[in-house]
């Protein structure tokens, strides 16, 4: 079974503080991929990576950094956590061999920046 | 832009009725195309995928009709079930096996009424 683990999966932050949220996946997969998640937004791609040591901005990438120091680790960085960066943060992996295409996530973590 | 759009946010069915989702694109080179589930404080998890080489796709209840022409999709369940409750997000993409970066709609909340 697919195993994506975030951490942590709740945390308040304060104004101008710095978040770093984190996501292990144990699928071999070498894509990682940073969403977020607002109401009537859907799910927003932020950084991706496709292999360790790298990484790629997705649509919204202001605001944050992404590493992947591992093929299994891949964070996402809030140097200043901002108001709007409030939000659910999905972590996902997928296969580049696979025929499906589809995106393993994690359970989530929920950011509440005061 | 918006470039993978949910214009419903809500939709209702009676039990034993008949689901339908639909989803628009913008861009003519996404090739690969998918639905996912969302329960409220879950992940997301993918339901059916098609490649742009088909124009519709069944798997049990669930059917995906790509209109290509007409940069629209959507996702028929049949015999709906109160269980089919959710949020249901479209997704298209560009790419080959696990590396097409996947864009998202905003989600269509589906309420099976019994």
């Known amino acids: 079974e697919a195993a994506v683990t975030q951490s942590p999966r709740s945390k308040v932050a304060v104004t101008g503080g710095k978040v770093t949220l984190s996501c292990h996946q144990t699928?071999?997969?070498?894509?990682m991929y940073w969403y977020r998640q607002d109401t009537g937004h859907g799910l927003r791609l932020i950084h991706y990576?496709?292999?360790?040591?790298?990484?790629e901005k997705g649509d919204i990438p202001d605001g944050y950094k992404a590493s992947r120091p591992s093929q299994e680790n891949f964070s996402l960085i809030l140097e200043l956590a901002s108001l709007s960066q409030t939000a659910v943060y999905f972590c996902?992996?997928?296969?580049?061999?696979?025929?499906?295409?589809?995106?393993?996530f994690g359970e989530g973590s929920k950011l509440t920046v005061l | 832009g918006q470039q993978v759009k949910q214009s419903s946010p809500s939709l209702t069915v009676q039990e034993g009725g008949i689901s339908i989702l639909n989803c628009d694109y913008e861009?003519?080179?996404?090739?690969?195309f998918a639905w996912y589930k969302k329960y409220p404080d879950n992940s997301p998890t993918l339901l059916i995928s098609?490649?742009?080489?088909?124009d519709k796709r069944e798997d049990g209840r669930l059917t995906v009709f790509l209109n290509k022409s007409g940069k629209h999709f959507s996702l028929h369940i049949t015999a709906s079930q109160p269980e089919d409750t959710a949020v249901y997000l479209c997704?298209?993409?560009?790419?080959?096996?696990?590396?097409?970066?996947?864009?998202f709609g905003e989600g269509t909340k589906l309420t099976v009424s019994s």
């Open positions: 098609v490649r742009s080489n088909v």
């Open positions: 996902a992996s997928s296969d580049a061999g696979s025929n499906t295409g589809q995106l393993y």
């Open positions: 990576s496709y292999v360790a040591d790298s990484t």
């Open positions: 997704a298209a993409g560009e790419g080959q096996g696990g590396s097409a970066k996947l864009i």
């Open positions: 699928n071999n997969h070498d894509y």
């Open positions: 861009n003519d080179m996404f090739d690969y």
